[in-house]
């Protein structure tokens, strides 16, 4: 029998970078947009970490199934980390991406081009009915861009600027920000543990 895993995100986005990633594993993925009735988890928490571990609770209660969650956000370094866990929300209920990147570009209109150091970050959590849990991190450096730049990926990846790559998280393929992104490196973290309890085993120690 296959594994069934929820993936705990309503963000299409995100959906699509998670099932991308786990794709050679012997699982179902059910995603949360399609379960209506799936809760809406509101991320008042004070890290990626309790957001992350907020949405897998919730999933879980309500499902019953194995479920991955997890929170990511932008810090920017010369506005102190911001936006961080309010990287969703950055600059006012109701905007578009393509609004919050030019919110963003206004904040740091006047930073000059060596002070505009950025990081991603994302924590995810996997997460059971009987209470195990695993967690695992990820993180990607680069520099925030003075435009945007690319089509692919989504939220501020095209004005999240790659020195060593020489383009815009969203001027990469997906193969390729598989290789590099936070996310990616969070739930590629969680591939023997997801491999593991998908042939019978046990769930792995953290």
């Not at 609770?57 to 102190?80: F, K, P, Y």
């Not at 001027?171 to 598989?178: C, H, I, Q, W």
Request: proline share 5%; charged share 25%; aromatic share 4%.
């Amino acid at each position: 029998m296959r594994l069934a895993l929820i993936a705990g995100t309503k963000n299409r986005g995100k959906l699509v970078e998670i099932q991308r990633i786990l794709s050679g594993l012997d699982l179902d993925l059910i995603a949360l947009t399609d379960c209506p009735q799936a809760p809406d988890v509101v991320e008042d928490g004070l890290t990626y970490r309790d957001n992350a571990i907020k949405k897998a609770r919730a999933v879980v209660a309500w499902s019953g199934q194995l479920t991955l969650a997890e929170d990511s956000g932008l810090e920017v370094i010369a506005l102190g980390g911001q936006p961080g866990v309010y990287t969703a929300r950055f600059g006012g209920p109701g905007l578009s991406s393509r609004e919050r990147c030019l919110y963003l570009l206004e904040r740091l209109r006047d930073v000059p081009d060596d002070q505009r150091q950025a990081v991603f970050r994302c924590t995810a959590v996997l997460m059971d009915p009987t209470g195990h849990m695993t967690v695992r991190e990820g993180q990607c450096a680069g520099v925030i861009g003075r435009d945007l730049r690319g089509e692919e990926g989504f939220g501020y990846d095209p004005l999240f600027q790659l020195p060593d790559q020489g383009c815009s998280l969203a001027e990469l393929s997906g193969e390729k920000k598989d290789v590099i992104s936070h996310r990616a490196q969070a739930i590629r973290a969680m591939i023997p543990v997801l491999t593991s309890l998908a042939q019978g085993g046990p769930w792995l120690p953290s």
